[in-house]
């Protein structure tokens, strides 16, 4: 029996080997777990995540197909990231890999958590793992953009699903179960009481879509734009829904794209910083050098003098 890993761990290159082997089998089983619990809980359990949606109306409860259809293609860009973890070669594709599956697989296993407690009611502990969920998709995001945007597979794969991601319970998960948990609801039998605290809503789309937006301008972020502009159409879409939410919701659904494309044309048109360029010296500044160069020498020293060469070889 070896006493010892055929593997010499105290090399750079093979600790990283290991951890890229480890991250190549424990995120698709993150995402396994996750999207499993969400099949689970959307078509065994009964009532099943939508119908939950549909027994505890509040003004921030969205469209369940558009974000059904959203959930959807999250899942399949994160099979894009789990097959770019192992034919990667590029070593910054590498370690951006490194740096932003460690939170993606806490983010799908605090997912796969989330599913089975809202699910059952326990609304209290699922708002608290969205809140968790939102904080590991922050460290996520964080380490992506400290790491760059690399290539354009990790771009498609690694950047996009992740802000895709972490747009899912900034703008419905985390906002929905907190009014949920606060009992912030009406029954679903008195839809007139549709507009029951209407303007803790409106605050938090307001809040929300203004940080989205800012973020999105400022990283002329194309990805994040579709995807909060998608969730907000979860928002407003939904009859009856009350002003104070929906009309902040719309709008901001048709600025964000402007204001994106404004700062696209802005940064194309803006005049480019120049450095300064050397020029040669002007002929007044050549005859300065010249009359600086024939100035006599201080007194106690030998002034320069000319030396006919070839009186001085014969």
């Known amino acids: 029996m070896m006493d ?40 065994v359990l009964r009532p099943s995540l939508a119908d939950l949606v549909h027994l505890y109306p509040s003004v921030l409860a969205p469209n369940k197909r558009v974000v059904g259809v959203y959930l959807a293609l999250l899942f399949v860009a994160q099979i894009g990231l789990c097959v770019l973890l192992v034919v990667a070669r590029d070593p910054h594709t590498k370690h951006l890999l490194r740096a932003t599956a460690p939170p993606l697989i806490a983010a799908n296993i605090l997912a796969a958590l989330w599913a089975p407690a809202f699910a059952l009611q326990s609304f209290v502990p699922a708002a608290a793992l969205q809140g968790t969920l939102l904080v590991a998709l922050v460290f996520a995001l964080g380490a992506g953009w400290v790491s760059g945007p690399g290539s354009w597979p990790a771009r498609l794969f690694v950047h996009a699903p992740i802000r895709a991601f972490f747009f899912a319970p900034l703008y419905i998960g985390f906002p929905y179960c ?24 409106a605050a938090v789309v307001l809040g929300v879509n203004i940080l989205a937006l800012v973020v999105i301008v400022w990283r002329h972020d194309l990805v994040g734009c579709v995807c909060a502009s998608w969730l907000c159409a979860a928002l407003w879409s939904v009859d009856p829904k009350a002003a104070e939410v929906w009309i ?36 007044a500044e050549a005859a300065r050098a010249q009359q600086h160069a024939r100035a006599p020498a201080p007194e106690g020293e030998r002034p320069a003098r000319e030396v006919d060469v070839d009186a001085l070889w014969g």
Do not use: K
């Open 4 to 43: 010892s890993s055929p593997l010499d761990t105290s090399l750079p290159a093979v600790r990283e080997y290991v951890a890229l082997v480890r991250l190549q089998v424990l995120t698709p089983l993150s995402l396994l777990l996750a999207l499993a619990s969400f099949l689970v809980c959307a078509f």
């Open 178 to 201: 907190l009014f949920v948990a606060l009992g912030w609801t009406w029954s679903p039998g008195e839809p007139q009481h549709f507009r029951n605290h209407a303007y803790a809503g």
């Open 248 to 283: 902040p919701a719309a709008v901001f659904t048709a600025l964000r794209p402007l204001a994106l494309l404004a700062a696209w044309l802005w940064r194309r048109i803006r005049p480019r910083r120049r450095q300064p360029i050397a020029l040669p010296p002007d002929d």
